[in-house]
């Protein structure tokens, strides 16, 4: 099992950035694709951002395109969201996670993964 520690949220204002983290423990972690997703109150859990194994390949959701950018680190067993001009509906618990493919070409992009962090706040005032 994939233990993953989300970092990086907080508050901030409209048009401010922000960086996500999550660092992932207990798997190899070039053999995993992670991915990023989102869940506003009330809202059901949508996908963010999603990269391939070696981080050659991304997929964003179209709210999030040209903004959001998906990074991954193999060294350090870390993928980071960074988060420009966010906008209040950018809102949410945002939540890393994980699942072990062996094509290293495969973007998960929907909420299949194995393996789920506790999620980081970030909120957007207007």
């Known amino acids: 099992q994939v233990q993953l520690v989300e970092s990086g949220g907080g508050w901030v204002q409209t048009g401010d950035s922000l960086r996500l983290s999550c660092a992932a423990s207990?798997?190899?972690?070039?053999?995993?694709?992670m991915g990023w997703f989102r869940q506003a109150p009330g809202k059901e859990r949508e996908f963010v951002a999603a990269?391939?194994?070696?981080?050659?390949?991304?997929n964003y959701a179209d709210s999030v395109e040209g903004r959001f950018t998906l990074t991954r680190d193999n060294t350090k067993n870390t993928v980071y969201l960074q988060m420009t001009s966010l906008k209040p509906e950018d809102t949410a618990v945002y939540y890393c996670?994980?699942?072990?493919?062996?094509?290293?070409?495969?973007?998960?992009?929907?909420?299949?993964?194995?393996?789920w962090g506790q999620g980081t706040q970030v909120t957007v005032s207007s």
């Open positions: 990269i391939s194994r070696t981080g050659t390949l991304t």
């Open positions: 207990g798997s190899t972690f070039s053999m995993l694709a």
């Open positions: 996670a994980a699942q072990v493919v062996f094509n290293s070409y495969w973007v998960v992009s929907t909420p299949s993964y194995s393996d």
